[in-house]
C-alpha cells in the first residue's frame, strides 16, 4: 500500500523557516515525480514545487520562488520542502503527493497524496 507522510509543520513567525518532509512507504519515490501542494482555508488546493525523479529539475509556484526549496533523497525515501521567510500568506495545510507520469503543476497530475500538515505563520 503507498502511503505518504507529511512532519514538520508547525507555528513559525513572519520571516521565520521550517523544512517540511514527505516520507513515503510501499512504494520507492525514485520512479515517481514529486509534488507539493497547499491549501487555506476557504481556497482551492495550490501548486507550490514538484521535483523530477533524478531531482535535477525543480518547479516551483509563483508565490513561493526565491523562498521555497524542494529537494529528494531517494535513498531515504523522502522528500523536502526547506521554506525560508515566511509571510502570513503561506499559512495552510501543506501535502505532498506523487506522480508517475509526468511533471504536472495540476492535482489531476499526482496519484497519490498524503494527509496533509498545518503551517500557521504569524504576523
Known amino acids: 500500500q503507498v502511503q505518504l507522510v507529511e512532519s514538520g509543520g508547525g507555528l513559525v513567525q513572519a520571516g521565520g523557516s521550517l523544512r517540511l518532509s514527505c516520507a513515503a512507504s510501499g512504494y520507492t519515490i525514485s520512479s515517481y515525480v514529486m509534488g507539493w501542494f497547499r491549501q487555506a482555508p476557504g481556497k482551492e488546493r495550490e501548486f507550490v514545487a514538484a521535483i523530477t525523479r533524478s531531482g535535477s529539475s525543480l518547479y516551483y509556484g509563483d508565490s513561493v520562488k526565491g523562498r521555497f526549496t524542494v529537494s529528494r533523497d531517494n535513498a531515504k525515501n523522502t522528500v523536502y520542502l526547506q521554506m525560508n521567510s515566511l509571510k502570513p500568506e503561506d499559512t495552510a495545510v501543506y501535502y505532498c503527493?506523487?506522480?508517475?507520469?509526468?511533471?504536472?503543476?495540476?492535482?489531476?497530475?499526482?496519484?497519490?497524496w498524503g494527509q496533509g500538515t498545518q503551517v500557521t505563520v504569524s504576523s
Open positions: 503527493a506523487a506522480a508517475l507520469f509526468r511533471t504536472g503543476t495540476l492535482e489531476r497530475d499526482y496519484s497519490y
